[in-house]
């Protein structure tokens, strides 16, 4: 049977990635509205598919979160406080802006990764499988960002 600390774990590591990903979403629009350059096109596209994503995953992780008996974080400015990622800032390059994201997607790994170890002691199969299959995405499009940087992947 897992303890009342392991299943208040599991709601840590739930609202810490809805924190990050609300974050993470102004971000990516930011980013969207504002890269510039040769890469616009692909960049501007591929900014779009990744706030669709984190978008998806806010509400994927809120609705498990009250499904376990949790209170997600709902406003903007306890998300910014709770976040392990910083904000976009103005005046950014392409390639900065894809540097940033490459350093908010390592720590939401990480993140993601020690979550799936507390629901797994927690017993909580469905959350950590939820994590799983954030980890499988993030690592995909975290690879093609670094390697648009021309960045060897080590594992």
Not at 49 to 59: G, H, I, K, M, R
């Amino acid at each position: 049977m897992a303890s009342t600390d392991n299943k208040q774990e599991v709601r840590d590591a739930l609202n810490l990635q809805v924190a990050n990903f609300t974050v993470l979403w102004t971000k990516l629009h930011n980013y969207h509205w504002y890269v510039k350059g040769a890469n616009f096109f692909s960049l501007h596209a591929k900014f779009e598919e990744l706030y669709d994503t984190a978008s998806t995953y806010v509400d994927e992780l809120a609705e498990r979160l009250l499904a376990i008996g949790g209170e997600p974080i709902g406003k903007q400015s306890e998300a910014i406080e709770k976040s392990s990622i910083k904000e976009a800032e103005y005046e950014v390059d392409a390639n900065a802006m894809v540097k940033q994201l490459v350093t908010d997607y390592d720590a939401i790994i990480e993140e993601l990764d020690a979550g799936i170890k507390s629901a797994e002691s927690a017993g909580d199969d469905r959350t950590a499988d939820i994590f799983i299959g954030m980890v499988t995405d993030i690592e995909k499009n975290n690879w093609m960002l670094k390697s648009f940087l021309g960045k060897e992947v080590s594992q």
